[in-house]
């Protein structure tokens, strides 16, 4: 299962962006969660994680530009990207863990949705 991305799209630099990630299942609440993004021809990589310690960090490339949130009674994962660069296009993923109260684990991964940074 593949979680539905939406929110990417083309946008000058400078300008603002941001995607949401739902994660299925009533049952569920979200434990851990993380955004990814691929550039043309690199490898893909970690920009943002909210950790189960709670604690959430980001990589010196977006650092005080972006920010990760959730809304838990919706099951939902943002991205909130500000003074977006064009180094900032890319795919970009997010990557869910839901848990139950058994507890079981699930881990999901959105389908991917482009942000295109460009005058």
């Known amino acids: 299962v593949q979680l539905q991305a939406s929110g990417g799209g083309l946008v000058q630099p400078g300008g603002s962006l941001r995607l949401s990630c739902a994660a299925p299942?009533?049952?569920?609440?979200?434990?851990?969660f993380a955004w990814y993004r691929q550039a043309s021809g690199k490898q893909r990589e970690l920009i943002a994680q909210f950790n189960n310690r709670g604690r959430t960090q980001y990589a010196d490339s977006v650092k005080g530009r972006f920010a990760i949130s959730r809304d838990n009674n919706k099951n939902t994962v943002f991205l909130q990207m500000n003074s977006l660069e064009p180094e900032d296009t890319a795919v970009y993923y997010c990557?869910?863990?839901?848990?139950?109260?058994?507890?079981?684990?699930?881990?999901?991964w959105g389908q991917g949705t482009q942000v295109t940074v460009s005058s």
């Open positions: 990557n869910v863990v839901v848990v139950d109260s058994t507890p079981e684990f699930r881990n999901y």
């Open positions: 299942g009533s049952r569920f609440r979200i434990a851990t």
